[in-house]
């Protein structure tokens, strides 16, 4: 028989088991004897004190997301809990693995109302993968194994833990057996050699394919696989937003962005085509328009780990449930050496389309106020295109999207599902926690600035050298650009009075520097790169821009708007 | 009713029996504004493993989605829909009736006979039957109750329902289940604490 210890300490000891080396926080009643427990691991787990829960889930997203492991997330009970609900929420939309810690009142008081309790359990169970109330300290091991298991494997997603106090106090002994299987939870299908021929099958009958690549090819580490057949069946691709980076962005086959505001050659040839390879991607709204008219002449190809994705929103011809590194593996090896060279050409008259009507008078203007566009691709020129790209929520999002590059996975962290407005700043202080080594880009509006910008003191307080560029238009963009575009430009509740945002940086002790015109964006960029430290860039940017390329919500995907 | 172009489907989940397990249910039809019309939920001839039968209307197409959706859940093991042509099914319905009424009908003889009344329970007060079979059936004895006698209280059950077809037993479904554990792997399947 081991030594009896503490519940906190059991969660300590079975955080260390699973390597974890940060944990981001925010400490209150029920939570204190855990915070107590941490005080004497301080060497041993690399602790961010947020500023607010939602900051504390979204940073922990944003670890997830750039590093490959769960993000790990410790807050109190009642409103603590409450405030972590959207970033549990984005977790669930985008598939990170999350693992969200909370206090819960004693597990005698439960269902008394008593002070800061609230049904965490029940409130989370439409959002997570799996959400368990530890009631005893016998109990802590097992839970956090199976949390790990479940939010890391298949496809990821949140866990929450809603942890009684008494259950923090209590003692056990101490024992870690890592959870590697539960009944009725099949995260790794076992793989379906028929339909990998019925898909290989498609694919080399195809003369016109056309790949989507969604995350579920970073989420498996298929990048090569992925790159492998493309470059032998000679496919041209494009990524949804999530699926940005798992291609570089120089890589030939790679045919950019979909959707909404992406690209107008993968748009269009989506209609054009006449097989669809949809990879670890789930045909969101945003991507496809109106499903009615949506590659309605193309055979769908549909790999994807997940069975309830399948079918769901574009019926596929053919089906491929699995891992997409071991499925791309053997649809490849299934797949002939094809070329599409005649096809993949015909991409390029969009291209130049595109670059005539949209992207040289966003990138390369030459007169008028700075564009968001132009922001963009100077910081990815300054930092090679090898920096982590995170952004906030609207116009700012989709021009990063847009004009950023890309030299390697894992490069693009940003709300996509949820599309969750305060994302930026807190995603990025996690990203730049877990990767120190790259350089983390963080563009942001001025309305999602303000929703989340009490991070400004977390990273004060552990000197994070996030690289924030604040694209300011003094509006709510893209809402506004909706106004604009289907309001007849009835600007409700879209203009910003903003507060002087240098002023801000200033008593965060954050170097900072505002700029209005454009023969001073270089010299500005050089200033925020020049070392490794936080920065916040103010560009002070056109205030009515417009996010272009654009498919109206609900509207046919090739029925593109250009400006 | 928004039941046009809809059909009757039951849809039977097998889960692990937890805490919770009923909502995480409840809210994927929640979700898409889906109506529950009968719901049943008892443990299964296996321990630890509860069965839940549903019915609701729905199209084809939404119902495969739910029900994938249902499956996906971590403890929820195994999860299936049919329509009624493929289901041996019943519901069980109760009724009460105050004794002088009754007694005021004559004879009962012909009425128990037609609907194969078992009669539960009779004091001087009330009486109470119960009745077996389809909705339509236990709904034309309360129809027909109710044109004749006060019915003073009327419950029916949820529908509990069986596979006519040949299909995997629950058992061999587990075994199944199980070959993917890892060897070696001896997770104690019960959570704790409950």
Redesign the interface.
Known sequence: MSEKISGSEILMKSLLAENVDTIFGYPGGSIIPVFDALYDYQDRFKYILTRHEQGATHAAQGYARAVGKPGICIVTSGPGATNAITGIGDAMMDSTPLIVIAGQVQTRMLGTDAFQEIDL??IT??IT???Y????A??IA?AVARAFY?ANSGRPGPVVLDFAKNAQIEKAEFEY?K????????PYP?INEKQIETAADIINEAKKPLALVGQGVILSNAEKELMDFLEKADIPAASTLLGLSAMPSDFPLNKGFLGMHGNIGPNMKTNECDVLIAIGMRFDDRVTGNLATYAKQAKVVHLDI???EL??NVKATAKVLGDAKQTLKLLTAATKKASHKEWIDSFKEHEQTEYKKVIQKEVFPENGPIKMGEVVNLISEATHNQAILVTDVGQNQIMAARYFKYTQTRSVITSGGLGTMGFGIPAAIGAKVGVPNRTVCLFVGDGGFQMTMQELGTIMQDCIGVKIILLNNNFLGMVRQWQELFFNKRYSSTIMKNPDFVAIAKAYGISTQCVDKREDLDAAIADMLKDDKPYLLVVNTESEGMVYPMTPAGDTVTNILIG | MENDNKKLYTVTIFSENKVGLLNQITIIFTRRGMNIETLSVSPSALKGIHKFTITTYSDADTIEKVVKQIDKRVDIIKSFFNTDEDLVYQEIALYKIATDQLLQLGSVESMIRTYNIRILEMNETCVVFEKTGHYEETQGLFDELSRKVKVLQFIRSGRVAINKSKIERLSDMLAKLNEQKPEGYDEDEEYFGL
């Open positions: 359990v029940g169970q439409p993968k799996w959400s109330q530890i009631r005893r016998e109990d097992w479940i057996k959870c590697i299987f539960t009944r009725g939870y099949i076992v997940d069975p309830s079918d769901k």
